[in-house]
């Protein structure tokens, strides 16, 4: 069961109480600058890993300003549609309400959880700031690699976006990318149990995804079949969104 720390009592609650029970998963955004991009991350990867667990989700996007750039900005980083917020009204909110805000944030959240994202820091700022880093060290760089920097760090810890982060995103997505497309000629092998209890131990844990991220490191460098790890790379990939299996079948 997914458990997720709520920002106004410190306490940890169930994401989603009512099994199989609507969960309305809502992200506030003001505006549009690095935190903002964060807090569109964090409320994607909060609908993937409920969906993940068997629940339906209803996602809402509150934006006050810039309201275009910032959905644009969210397809960019492989965010998926979220509903207008400030249209669809609250008629259909299910069992259970999560509003993703930055910490600080005055949005209000009067009927449900309040999940709190810390700031981006550092000399990356904004959409255009971040994928414009990234273009300066390779080419024709992807908004996947600014998606992974900002999964790689815990959301309650401030995210430093530097070029050193972004470098080492990069050279991570590349490498996985080419690990899975070979290991997917490969006969194709389960999901070892105890593996993917590990995945869901560290995303069920207030959404650690730099836990999850551990985990692939691990199996990277196992003994494991390579259709066990292309499988397993696969899965988490579901919560990730980094598609790592793009590759297959473009490396001889």
Do not use: C, K, N
Not at 48 to 61: I, M, Q, S
């Amino acid at each position: 069961m997914l458990r997720i720390i709520d920002a106004r009592t410190g306490e940890p609650v169930e994401a989603a109480p009512a099994r199989r029970g609507l969960t309305r998963v809502e992200a506030h955004v003001p505006g549009l600058d690095g935190t903002a991009l964060r807090v569109l991350l964090v409320a994607d990867t909060l609908v993937r890993a409920l969906e993940l667990g068997g629940t339906p989700v209803w996602a809402l996007l509150d934006s006050a300003q810039r309201r275009s750039e910032v959905r644009a900005a969210a397809t960019a980083l492989g965010v998926r549609p979220f509903e207008d917020g400030r249209e669809a009204g609250r008629g259909l909110g299910g069992a259970q309400a999560v509003h993703v805000v930055a910490e600080d944030s005055a949005a209000p959240d009067p009927d449900g959880i309040r999940l709190a994202v810390a700031a981006v820091e550092g000399p990356v700022e904004g959409v255009a700031g971040a994928v414009g880093a990234v273009d300066r060290l390779v080419e024709g760089a992807e908004p996947d690699v600014l998606r992974l920097a900002l999964l790689s760090q815990r959301r309650g810890q401030p995210a430093r976006l530097d070029e050193a982060a972004l470098q080492d995103a990069h050279d991570t997505l590349v490498r996985w990318r080419r690990a899975v497309a070979g290991w997917a000629r490969e006969p194709s092998r389960p999901v070892p149990d105890e593996v993917r209890g590990e995945l869901r131990t560290a995303w069920e844990d207030d959404l650690d995804v730099p836990g999850v991220l551990r985990v692939l490191r691990s199996v990277e460098t196992s003994d494991l079949p390579a259709g066990a790890r292309f499988e397993t790379y696969a899965y988490a990939d579901r919560l990730l969104g980094l598609e790592l299996t793009r590759d297959i079948g473009a490396f001889a």
